[in-house]
């Protein structure tokens, strides 16, 4: 079956400290691999997607991901977090025609000053 | 940058009662979407819509939903008697082509509460 996981549902971290949020996937086709953030009231905004090539990908906002087939994981990362990086972070994976997104969970981001 | 529009930002209805979520896409996106997010749980897809016709529905999406381009920009999303199970956020989402090079766009969302 089709699935997302995102183990931590929630994650707290200093303000300048480096960040890894963590998700894995089952997909049987080759996925199409997404993060969004999404902060209080506010939609969701893409930061950053990889569908080939390098499996390095940057985003927006200073965040970063690594798709590793071999573990089936997207995970983001970013070197020093910012108070205002605080929101909830969603991993989604689609089919490479990009019909519909399956979604994970979401992560609860929180930063100490 | 260009933005998908939704309204109205919250709505309370009384259970039975038929609502119509509005949206708006980016202007030259040919490909829309319904998602919801039930509190505390995932986001769900609901449904695709491309050429004036739905592409793909999930087992969500039965008889009481429905969705609309009436004018060639609005997007509706129809509940027609809402139960309290409804009650969710609901994103509308849009894509100006399909494959990889293409990401969605969402918009704000709508805070559905049925009562």
């Known amino acids: 079956a089709q699935s997302v996981t995102q183990p931590d549902i929630h994650i707290t971290v200093s303000e300048g400290a480096s960040l890894e949020l963590r998700c894995n996937y089952s997909?049987?086709?080759?996925?199409?691999l997404f993060w969004y953030v999404q902060s209080p009231g506010q939609g969701l905004q893409l930061l950053l997607k990889?569908?080939?090539?390098d499996t390095l990908v940057q985003g927006i906002k200073g965040f970063e991901a690594e798709f590793k087939r071999s573990q089936s994981s997207f995970n983001l990362r970013k070197p020093s977090v910012h108070w205002s990086d605080a929101a909830e972070y969603f991993c989604?994976?689609?089919?490479?025609?990009?019909?519909?997104?399956?979604w994970g969970l979401g992560t609860s981001l929180a930063v100490n000053p | 940058e260009p933005e998908v529009t939704q309204t109205p930002s919250h709505q309370v209805t009384q259970m039975g009662q038929e609502v119509i979520l509005r949206c708006v896409p980016i202007?030259?996106?040919?490909?829309f979407y319904w998602y919801r997010q039930i509190l505390g749980q995932k986001v769900e897809f609901l449904v695709s819509?491309?050429?004036?016709?739905?592409?793909?529905k999930s087992e969500i999406f039965d008889d009481q939903f429905s969705v609309e381009r009436p004018d060639g920009s609005n997007f509706t999303l129809k509940i027609r008697s809402t139960k309290l199970e409804d009650s969710a956020m609901y994103f509308c989402?849009?894509?100006?082509?399909?494959?990889?090079?293409?990401?969605?766009?969402f918009g704000s969302g709508t805070r559905l509460t049925v009562v």
């Open positions: 202007s030259n996106h040919l490909y």
């Open positions: 990889y569908f080939s090539g």
């Open positions: 989604a994976v689609g089919a490479q025609d990009n019909r519909k997104l399956i």
């Open positions: 989402a849009s894509r100006e082509g399909t494959g990889g090079l293409y990401g969605y766009t």
């Open positions: 997909y049987g086709a080759t996925p199409y």
């Open positions: 819509f491309y050429n004036n016709e739905i592409s793909e």
